[in-house]
């Protein structure tokens, strides 16, 4: 390598330096919010799982409703899984795998 591609590369990474202590700067928030939500996310997966908040009154199904989710649910299984799916935005497809 040349003295001046040595200088050149020196330049490049001087300059990238700010970017990484940027991105540190961002991660480092990043992760502080994160572990202030957790003790709030916590306590909304225990009331989920205590049932403590759960209404009183029973939610139930229909016969006939019960039978077409059944159904539908059955039926998932006759259809093969796409080795890609349809990409809704238009843009290609996405392997499923």
Not at 70 to 88: C, G, H, M, Q, T
């Amino acid at each position: 390598m040349t003295v001046k591609t040595l200088t050149q590369q020196a330049c490049l990474w001087l300059a990238l330096l700010p970017l990484a202590a940027v991105a540190a700067e961002a991660e480092k928030q990043e992760a502080a919010q994160d572990s202030a939500r957790a003790p709030v996310v916590q306590n909304w997966l225990d009331l989920q799982r205590s049932g403590a908040q759960a209404s009183k009154t029973p939610q139930t199904l229909t016969p006939l409703i019960q039978e077409r989710v059944v159904k539908r649910y059955l039926d998932s299984f006759n259809a093969p899984i796409p080795v890609f799916y349809a990409d809704i935005s238009g843009t290609g497809s996405k392997s499923s795998r």
